[in-house]
C-alpha cells in the first residue's frame, strides 16, 4: 500500500531578467533564456521522469513547479506556461518581487490556478527599499493586497540578514494588515551580487537568537509563521534520530528538488550556483540518477567538517548554499563542509 505522496519541485527560472536590482540578489549576469517551445520541453522533460519514477517504483509522487526569476512577470508568456504546466500534472506556485501585480494581474494568476504565490520583502520600508529600490515596498504591498482581493493570500518571504532579523515581529504585522497568509524567513546567502553582503551574514549565535524569537510569533490567529532554513527544526527534534546514510529530511538541495535557470542549467539549488547539466539537451531523468554532485549530496560519507560528524545530519545537512559561499570566500568549491553559521553540532 503506498503512503503519503513524495513531495518532488523544480524550481523552474523563466528569465533572469528583472525590473529591480536586489542588493542580495544570486545572480551574476544575464543568460540566454530558453524559447516557450524549449521550456515546454523542459516541462515534459520532468514529466516523463516523474511518470517513470511513479511506475518503475511504484511511487505516488506530488510533482510541483515553482516558476520564478528573475521577475516571471517579465516574460510575456509566463501565463500559457503556467497553463502547460498544469496540463502536465504539476501544481503550479509563483515566486514574485510583487510590484508588477496589479489587480488584473492577480485576477490572471487565480484563473491560472496557481496555487501559491510567493513575495519578497525584506524588512519594514526603509530596509526593504535599502535592498532593492525606493518605493519597491510600498509597491510589494499593493500586489499582496491585490492577489488577497482575488482570494489569494500570498506567501511574503524574508531573507534573514543583520539589516532586518529584528523586525520579525513588526513583520507579522504587516502581513496580516496586507492579507498574506504565511511569512517565511530565509537565511541571507552571500552569492551573485549579493557577495558585497557578507558582512551582514546572521553569526550562529545570532541564527539561535533569531529562531528562538521566531517562537514567539506561532500560533498567530491570522499568520502562519514559518521558516525555509534547515537549521530551525532542530531545537525541536524529540526522539530518536534516524540512522541512515542518506537524507530524509533537512536541506532540499538535490535530495527533494532541483531548480532550472532560464538557460536550462540543471542545479542541485539556484542560490548554488552549480550546473550539473542542461535540460534542453539532456534527459532529466538521467541527470537526476547519475550526477556525481547529487550523489555528493545525497551520501553522509561525502560530507566532512562539522556537518559530516553530526547527529542532526539525516533530517538538516545545513544549508549547502550557505557552506559553499563561505568555502567560495575562501577560494574554494567545496559544497560539503560545515555550515558555518550553524549553532546546534551535535557529535554523532
Known sequence: MRGTPLDFFVQLHVTERCNLAC???????????????EVCRAITNVKTAVEGWARDYDMDISPSLHVTGGEPLLRDDLFPILSFARQCGFSASLMTNGTLVGAETARRIRMAEVGDVQVSLDGLESTHDRMRGRGAYRQALEGIRHLAGEGMPASINVTVSRLNMGQA???VAVA?????GTLAFSRLVPSGRGRSLAPQALTSREVAAF?????????????????RDPLASIPDVEGAIPDTEVPVAGCAAGMFGVTITADGTVMPC???DLGIGNIRTQSFRDLWADSPVLWKLRTRAEYHGRCGTCRFWPVCRGCRAVALAAARADG?????????????FRLS
Open 23 to 37: 542588493r542580495h540578489c544570486y545572480q551574476s549576469g544575464p543568460v540566454a533564456e530558453m524559447s516557450h517551445q
Open 169 to 171: 515581529g513588526d513583520l
Open 176 to 180: 496580516a494588515h496586507s492579507g498574506a
Open 211 to 227: 529562531h528562538q524569537d521566531l517562537k514567539r510569533h506561532r500560533g498567530h490567529a491570522r499568520v502562519t509563521v514559518t521558516t
Open 270 to 272: 539556484r542560490r548554488m
Open 332 to 344: 574554494s568549491e567545496d559544497f560539503l563542509g560545515s555550515d558555518p553559521q550553524c549553532p546546534y
